[in-house]
Structures are given as structure tokens and as C-alpha cells.
């Protein structure tokens, strides 16, 4: 596929979901009956590079999959979107990712993951594509793969002028020298409070918009220029340290059925915008209208919402908060 001039790049994972939709999340040791099974195609990586395609963007995407059923499934599907997969490692001796999934009645999920061949990404295999890296527009990575195949990707990437963005999920100590390479971390609230405490950083006793902005502001003193935290239905806050600046950007009201996969629309709609030129706070409001459609679908990328919706939507949220 003939690479185009302005691209995004994902680099992270690619998982078969096998989801179950319950009445409500069973407790330890509990059975719950009565759901309903569905298979998506999901994974961070897969689902970001849809998101980004889906928004209007040239997008690459390096990752490690099985040479299995699933894995063949993913490839059909990555290939329909638009999606340049010729730089996805088919691996014949692991298989392809596999998450289960529960989902109840209001959205709300808890996910266990298989790895498989995600987590055979090496550090190598990067290594062989330095100039693609180098040479996008925007950079946008998961924490599916290691942690030594993270590293290598941005000490790559910062050798070029590519946007570097991290998306610390699922949440695992990250050394400070890979921060200092990063130009923006996108983590939810959770995440953001955990890698804090993971940094070394005492626990805050101040709460709320004071704790994150705070949180924020230290972590960005590691290097990180711009600190965005997703907070669900409440929207998001971003931190600008060049400016100095705290934005809070509002959520768009909706009836959730599924948040599987609202979290990597949102972060590959960012990654997309950025692309195109927008500004950081113009691509979150462009995140957030395509994140506000995505939890009311059900699946992973199933549920990411085409350029023209998330156009719509984003008229509606300038209406609402302008």
C-alpha cells in the first residue's frame, strides 16, 4: 500500500473480544446466567487505528498477531477499514490476542486478557521500521506490548518530529526516561492516580480537579509536554505545560450500553485530528463527540463512529458548550 504524505502511526495490539453482556458484573465467586454472548474484534492498537481511519486519516498499523483463525479475521477486517497492515507480523508460534469480557446492563465492564502474540513485539521488530516512525505525523502507542518494545519506540520516534502520544493502558510501571520522550499521555482517572503513586510521588490529600491538576503538573515536570485525563461521563481535563494552562473540556449527556473500547476511540480520534493540523483542544472536543456516539453501540470497534457522525457531533457540542 503506497504510504501517504500525513499518516498516523499506531503501534500496540490486536485481540479477539469475546464478550458477555449480564444484568449486572457477577462478585468473586458468583455465577451469573442469563447473558448474552457476542464476538468483536477488539485490542487498543486495532481499535485506535480504526478510530483514526474511521475520523479521516492515512493509518499505519505494527503489531503481532497469530497465524490463526482469529488472526485472520483481524487482518480481512484491519484491511476493509483502509487500515495499512503491511507492517503487521504474522507470528507462527503464538496465538492471536484474546480478551473476555463482561459487560452489564449500564455499560460498565470487567476484562481479562490472553496476550498472545501482542506481547511477542519486539524491540527488533520496530527497529526495522525507524523511518516510518520517524517520518509520521503523529505517533500513537498502548501498553498491550512491553515495555522494552515501548521504549525502543520512542527513542526512535524522537529522533524525527512525529507527535508522540502514550496511552498508559492497561497501566504498568513506565521508567521516566520513556516520559521525557513522550509529548502527551492520555490516561483515564484512575490510571492517572496510579502512575503517580508508580513514579514515586507521595499520596495527595487534597480530592478532585485540585489532585488531578496537581498530578498533572508534576508528571509534566518529567518531561511530558501535555497531560489529557479522561473522566468518563464527566469529559476530560487537559494540562498544557508550555502554557501553563488548565482545560476542562465537558462530556456530551448519553444513554452508555457499552464503554468497551470509548477510551481508544477516543485516543485514536485525538491522534487523527492532531494529524490533520487541528489543535490540541479542537481534537479533544472532536475525541469526545466520537467517544459520546461509540459508548452508545456495543463492541470495540464495532461502535467507532464514522467522520461524517462524528462531524454531526461535533456541531451538537459546540452548540451545547460554546
Same mark, same amino acid.
Given at each position: 500500500?503506497?504510504?501517504?504524505?500525513?499518516?498516523?502511526?499506531?503501534?500496540?495490539?490486536?485481540n479477539?473480544?469475546?464478550?458477555?453482556?449480564?444484568? !449486572?458484573?457477577?462478585?468473586s465467586?458468583?455465577?451469573?446466567?442469563?447473558?448474552?454472548?457476542?464476538?468483536?474484534?477488539?485490542?487498543?492498537?486495532?481499535?485506535? /487505528?480504526?478510530?483514526?481511519?474511521? /475520523?479521516g486519516?492515512?493509518?499505519?498499523?505494527?503489531?503481532?498477531?497469530? !497465524?490463526?483463525?482469529?488472526?485472520?479475521?483481524?487482518?480481512?477486517?484491519? !484491511?476493509?477499514?483502509?487500515?495499512?497492515?503491511?507492517y503487521?507480523?504474522?507470528?507462527?508460534?503464538?496465538?492471536?490476542?484474546?480478551?473476555? =469480557?463482561?459487560?452489564?446492563?449500564?455499560?460498565?465492564?470487567?476484562?481479562?486478557?490472553?496476550?498472545?502474540?501482542?506481547?511477542?513485539?519486539?524491540?527488533?521488530?520496530?527497529?526495522?521500521?525507524?523511518?516510518?516512525?520517524?517520518?509520521?505525523?503523529?505517533?500513537?502507542?498502548q501498553?498491550?506490548? /512491553?515495555i522494552?518494545?515501548?521504549?525502543?519506540?520512542?527513542?526512535?520516534?524522537?529522533?524525527?518530529?512525529?507527535?508522540?502520544?502514550?496511552?498508559?493502558?492497561?497501566?504498568?510501571?513506565?521508567?521516566?526516561? =520513556?516520559?521525557?520522550?513522550?509529548?502527551?499521555?492520555?490516561?483515564?482517572?484512575?490510571?492517572?492516580?496510579?502512575?503517580?503513586?508508580?513514579?514515586?510521588?507521595?499520596?495527595?490529600?487534597?480530592?478532585?480537579?485540585e489532585?488531578?491538576?496537581?498530578?498533572?503538573?508534576? =508528571?509534566?515536570?518529567?518531561?511530558? !509536554?501535555?497531560?489529557?485525563?479522561?473522566?468518563?461521563?464527566?469529559?476530560?481535563?487537559?494540562?498544557? /505545560?508550555?502554557?501553563?494552562?488548565?482545560?476542562?473540556?465537558?462530556?456530551?449527556?448519553?444513554?452508555?450500553?457499552?464503554?468497551?473500547?470509548?477510551?481508544?476511540?477516543?485516543?485514536?480520534?485525538?491522534?487523527?485530528?492532531?494529524?490533520?493540523?487541528?489543535?490540541?483542544?479542537?481534537?479533544?472536543?472532536?475525541?469526545?463527540?466520537?467517544?459520546?456516539?461509540?459508548?452508545?453501540?456495543?463492541?470495540?470497534?464495532?461502535?467507532?463512529?464514522?467522520?461524517?457522525?462524528?462531524?454531526?457531533?461535533?456541531?451538537?457540542?459546540?452548540?451545547?458548550?460554546?
Open positions: 500500500m503506497t504510504i501517504a504524505k500525513n499518516y498516523v502511526i499506531v503501534i500496540g495490539s490486536s479477539m473480544d469475546l464478550n458477555i453482556y449480564l444484568e !449486572r458484573l457477577p462478585k465467586g458468583e455465577t451469573v446466567t442469563g447473558g448474552t454472548f457476542k464476538q468483536f474484534l477488539g485490542g487498543k492498537g486495532a481499535n485506535q /487505528s480504526v478510530a483514526s481511519v474511521r /475520523s486519516s492515512d493509518t499505519l498499523f505494527i503489531a503481532k498477531i497469530g !497465524r490463526d483463525a482469529f488472526g485472520d479475521q483481524m487482518i480481512s477486517h484491519l !484491511r476493509n477499514e483502509g487500515i495499512n497492515i503491511d503487521i507480523i504474522r507470528d507462527p508460534n503464538e496465538p492471536s490476542g484474546i480478551a473476555f =469480557i463482561i459487560i452489564d446492563k449500564n455499560g460498565e465492564n470487567i476484562i481479562s486478557v490472553a496476550p498472545g502474540a501482542n506481547i511477542k513485539l519486539k524491540p527488533e521488530d520496530i527497529e526495522k521500521h525507524a523511518d516510518l516512525l520517524k517520518n509520521a505525523n503523529t505517533l500513537l502507542v501498553m498491550e506490548i /512491553s522494552d518494545t515501548i521504549d525502543e519506540i520512542f527513542s526512535i520516534a524522537s529522533k524525527g518530529k512525529v507527535i508522540k502520544i502514550l496511552n498508559p493502558a492497561p497501566l504498568k510501571p513506565i521508567p521516566v526516561d =520513556i516520559l521525557k520522550k513522550v509529548d502527551i499521555i492520555i490516561p483515564n482517572q484512575g490510571e492517572l492516580i496510579r502512575l503517580y503513586s508508580l513514579l514515586g510521588f507521595k499520596e495527595l490529600k487534597i480530592k478532585g480537579y489532585k488531578m491538576i496537581k498530578i498533572s503538573k508534576d =508528571i509534566s515536570r518529567l518531561g511530558v !509536554r501535555d497531560v489529557i485525563t479522561t473522566l468518563g461521563n464527566k469529559g476530560s481535563l487537559i494540562y498544557q /505545560s508550555e502554557l501553563e494552562e488548565t482545560t476542562k473540556i465537558p462530556a456530551i449527556k448519553v444513554q452508555a450500553i457499552d464503554t468497551v473500547g470509548a477510551g481508544d476511540c477516543f485516543n485514536g480520534v485525538l491522534a487523527s485530528k492532531l494529524n490533520q493540523g487541528e489543535n490540541l483542544i479542537t481534537s479533544v472536543k472532536y475525541a469526545t463527540a466520537a467517544a459520546s456516539i461509540a459508548v452508545t453501540r456495543r463492541g470495540a470497534q464495532a461502535s467507532i463512529p464514522y467522520l461524517h457522525e462524528i462531524e454531526e457531533k461535533y456541531k451538537e457540542f459546540n452548540r451545547l458548550f460554546n
